[in-house]
């Protein structure tokens, strides 16, 4: 096969709008979702600090991952694509990033600035990082205030917004720190900085998030361990200093991708879909657990491990849907997933409850009014109660016809697909570009199963 250097990501997209209307046909066949994006970046970040050559199967290929590729690759690493779609990225070594001759543009990928923030945290170079509007928008000091005791001096606008410049600290100490809210970007944020410090980095989380960065570093050769805590959370410690030595990874399909496909088969009538290859990380399947609670026709086939990542097969066939209570102790393990699903609440019977969302406020949007917004311009009445958001199902009768403000946010975009396939009158989406930085393909994908779109 043939090597590539691919080339870097395009400029902003333009805006692309879409009018939704609802199908008569059910979805049916068997498709395969993108590569998961939290394992894409990672697997790239950890690869350019590893010794020796790694290779990728499977990795999203997606403008968000493509970013994080130009971002090592500016670092120093050496990051090849083969014509199969196999990647090759021959690592730096801890410790030897190499200072980046241009700013690091991020683009929409809020992940790959936050982790990447840990590792420029903790290298002695001085670097800046910017994105586009949405990103700049996004705020970025609870990654940056705990990084700050590395030593880094971090330079931004207010509130910690990009543009960030960071003089990082070539001998960091180790830190311990205790998240105030559950974030797994905040936590992989921390436990990079201190693969480059001497000693054991320690983090608190009050509730278990994602647990990819974890799985990746031992995979790689870190010594990673974690206890449960008394209150229910997890505490992680990393030995610093780690010899990280090249491993091949196998990137499983995107469960928050699946988690659309998922849920458009459950309200399209008669619908039978299979979605294959798709990871099952416990910290990330909240949304098939409440999915199931709320009566969902789901079966998880062909179970097996890959890459240290369980991965299965989903089952999927339409089915009658019932409002779901949703503890606020699973907002970790589906926090991208709560747009589309609260398109199911709305389609439900019954009144359904987020409890303890507020995560949701600091996403590609403020994805809490956002999906608020999304709701009540298609007739669906909504009511923010604190942290929970309360959503009064229709019974199978989304009125429709609103015009949904995307605010460049791929899954807004997405959710708001799903609900148009089911809506009484057409949905107007005012822009679905962004779709493209986390499930490039995702209307032909769609349309292989009969959903009609016109993207």
Request: hydrophobic share 40%; glycine share 10%.
């Amino acid at each position: 096969m043939s090597m590539t250097q691919p080339a870097s990501t395009p400029s902003h997209p333009a805006v692309r709008s879409l009018q939704v209307s609802r199908i008569s046909t059910p979805l049916t066949g068997t498709v395969a979702v993108p590569g998961d994006k939290s394992i894409s970046h990672r697997s790239l970040m950890f690869s350019a600090l590893a010794e020796g050559e790694t290779r990728i199967v499977g990795l999203l290929e997606g403008e968000d991952v493509l970013r994080t590729a130009d971002a090592m690759r500016a670092l120093g690493a050496r990051i090849t694509r083969e014509d199969d779609g196999r990647w090759h990225v021959h690592g730096c070594g801890l410790g030897a990033l190499k200072e980046p001759a241009d700013v690091l543009d991020m683009g929409n990928s809020g992940t790959a600035a936050r982790l990447l923030s840990g590792l420029l945290a903790s290298h002695g170079m001085t670097s800046v990082m910017t994105g586009d509007a949405s990103l700049r928008r996004r705020p970025m000091k609870r990654v940056t205030d705990p990084l700050a005791a590395t030593g880094a001096v971090f330079l931004a606008r207010e509130g910690g917004r990009l543009p960030l410049a960071i003089q990082g600290n070539a001998n960091p100490p180790p830190l311990d720190y205790r998240l105030p809210m559950a974030s797994a970007q905040v936590k992989s944020a921390v436990l990079l900085a201190g693969l480059n410090a001497k000693g054991e980095t320690r983090v608190e989380e009050p509730v278990p998030t994602r647990d990819h960065t974890e799985n990746m570093l031992r995979h790689f050769g870190a010594k990673v361990s974690v206890e449960e805590t008394p209150e229910g959370g997890r505490v992680i410690r990393l030995q610093g200093k780690p010899r990280l030595i090249a491993r091949d990874i196998t990137v499983p399909g995107d469960p928050s991708s699946a988690a659309f496909v998922l849920v458009a088969a459950l309200l399209v009538a008669g619908s039978d879909v299979v979605i294959t290859n798709v990871g099952l990380n416990p910290l990330r399947t909240g949304l098939f657990t409440t999915l199931r609670e709320m009566g969902a026709r789901l079966e998880i086939t062909n179970e097996r491990t890959e890459g240290g990542e369980p991965v299965g097969d989903l089952h999927v066939k339409a089915s009658s849907l019932l409002a779901v209570d949703v503890p606020a102790d699973r907002a970790a393990s589906m926090i991208d997933e709560y747009p589309v699903l609260a398109v199911a609440a709305a389609y439900a019977r019954g009144i359904s409850r987020f409890r303890g969302v507020e995560e949701l406020r600091v996403k590609e949007s403020d994805r809490l009014a956002s999906t608020v917004a999304l709701l009540e311009k298609n007739g669906v009445r909504t009511k923010v109660d604190g942290n929970d958001l309360i959503i009064y199902g229709t019974q199978g009768a989304i009125p429709g016809g609103g015009v949904v403000e995307t605010h460049m946010d791929h899954r807004l975009a997405m959710s708001a697909s799903v609900l148009g396939l089911v809506a009484e009158n057409p949905v107007e989406i005012d822009d679905t570009a962004f779709i493209d930085t986390s499930f490039p393909g995702y209307f032909p994908l769609l349309n292989s199963l009969g959903a009609g779109f016109t993207a």
